[in-house]
């Protein structure tokens, strides 16, 4: 009865939105956020995007476009109710995932030149699964006065939102929230970038270690890109250029044109995680083993000119697994070269050698040649173990707990088969 009563709600107020598993379409419930506006007459306070209260998490350009993987904002505020207002540079349908006071993620869908309420939200969402009712991300009725944190991360990397402005109810407050004290990098494609996965950019092994740990993150992955300068799968440069720009190599990207990241600008990163080559090694792309080094190369000394006391970290490469007829086996992609760019620093002490080899499986690799949501889970596991092990980077207490993937509640509820 409650499931129909659901099913006929979902028809009333929800986007009906999905994501499709296994070719079978699973069942998620998105809220529609939209409202029709919130201007200043209509009883709401607005600030506007340069705000210093406001932290923007991984890159954002001068027009506040959101670029790469999994960018997203955070910021603290009082008062009743909270709204933002998105650009036209937004792209059409952009999934996002929010939070307040970090209960679980709730995904909604944000379009351009739009405003959307975020808390509290403008109709109920039903539990899915009425064992484990949805949380909605705050506390029952807070006073308002009470000081609450606001996240939105975009899950498309091909997609980006435009802060156009925050509506909050008149007499609140914009808080900037305290960042954490370690900053990480990740640089790869769409590996990294959670490609094929459930909720791609926050589905990645990247995020995991991110909001796993609790550090500052920025994820500058793209899905095709390759590590050398060339034109791969339609992105015309690769990252040895490309990670040095705000923008991506997307379409979008391409027709702003380019904009310099100011690192002096933004905190230096204090670890770096490269995982990139995948693309390179794709006799399609026609890179040699020898543009490969130089790039590798080239990177690492680009990324140490920026961040002199940034630690690197060579992640090594799949290339998935084949079945010889006997068992089944690993392959991989530059594994000599990647090892080789290790050895041509290892004296500088600054780069490091994380290899993969073992922690997947044949079947953690999906239909579409990704990574599945659970090989995303043991690299993103692995790798958080060795940043405590290599670092001594702690688990922050504040994240200690909280949701990181969202609808991985696999389990066995039968007893006995
Ligand atoms: C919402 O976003 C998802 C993921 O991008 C997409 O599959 C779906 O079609 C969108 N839904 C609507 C109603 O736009
Ligand atoms: C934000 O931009 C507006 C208009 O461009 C400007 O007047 C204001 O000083 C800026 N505020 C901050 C905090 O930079
Ligand atoms: C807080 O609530 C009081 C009483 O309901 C109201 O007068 C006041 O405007 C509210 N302030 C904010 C910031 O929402
Ligand atoms: C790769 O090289 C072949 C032979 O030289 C050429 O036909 C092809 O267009 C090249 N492909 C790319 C992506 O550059
Ligand atoms: C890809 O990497 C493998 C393993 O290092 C190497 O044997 C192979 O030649 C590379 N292939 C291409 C096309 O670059
Ligand atoms: C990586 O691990 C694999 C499997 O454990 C091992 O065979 C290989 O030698 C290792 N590579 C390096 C460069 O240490």
Request: hydrophobic share 35%; glycine share 8%.
């Amino acid at each position: 009865m409650s499931l129909i009563l659901a099913c006929i709600l979902s028809v009333l107020t929800l986007v009906s939105s999905s994501i499709i598993q296994n070719g079978q379409e699973r069942r998620v419930v998105f809220p529609d956020t939209k409202i029709a506006s919130a201007s200043q007459s209509s009883n709401w306070l607005t600030f506007p995007p340069n705000s210093s209260e406001i932290s923007y998490k991984g890159r954002w350009d001068s027009q506040y476009i959101s670029w790469w993987s999994a960018p997203g904002i955070k910021f603290r505020f009082t008062g009743s109710k909270l709204a933002l207002s998105f650009g036209p540079q937004t792209s059409p349908n952009v999934l996002v995932g929010f939070r307040v006071n970090g209960q679980d993620w709730t995904f909604t869908n944000i379009s351009s030149s739009s405003t959307h309420q975020f808390y509290p939200l403008p109709s109920p969402v039903p539990a899915l699964q009425p064992w484990h009712p949805h949380v909605l991300g705050a506390p029952i009725n807070p006073s308002n006065t009470t000081i609450q944190t606001f996240e939105l991360y975009v899950s498309n990397w091909a997609y980006g939102i435009q802060l156009q402005a925050i509506h909050l109810s008149p007499g609140a407050h914009l808080h900037r929230a305290p960042t954490f004290g370690r900053t990480l990098e990740v640089i790869g494609d769409s590996l990294t970038a959670g490609q094929y996965a459930s909720y791609e950019a926050l589905s990645s092994w990247a995020w995991q270690v991110s909001r796993g740990l609790g550090v500052e993150s920025s994820i500058t992955a793209y899905p095709g890109v390759c590590l050398v300068d060339a034109p791969c799968w339609g992105n015309p440069r690769g990252q040895a250029h490309q990670w040095f720009q705000t923008r991506d190599t997307s379409w979008r990207g391409n027709s702003l044109g380019e904009e310099k990241w100011d690192f002096t600008r933004h905190p230096a990163a204090d670890v770096v995680l490269i995982h990139i080559g995948t693309n390179d090694n794709n006799t399609a792309n026609n890179v040699t083993a020898e543009r490969y080094v130089s790039a590798y190369k080239e990177l690492v000394q680009g990324i140490h000119t920026v961040w002199p006391k940034a630690q690197i970290v060579l992640v090594s490469l799949w290339s998935g697994y084949w079945n010889d007829g006997y068992r089944w086996r690993q392959g991989g992609s530059w594994v000599d070269e990647i090892w080789g760019v290790y050895k041509t620093f290892e004296k500088e002490g600054y780069v490091h050698y994380f290899n993969t080899s073992g922690l997947m499986t044949h079947n953690d690799i999906g239909p579409q040649w990704h990574y599945t949501d659970v090989g995303h889970v043991k690299l993103g596991s692995a790798l958080i173990q060795y940043l405590r092990m290599k670092f001594g980077w702690e688990v922050e207490e504040e994240v200690a707990g909280q949701e990181v993937l969202h609808d991985t509640t696999y389990w066995n509820d039968q007893a006995n088969y």
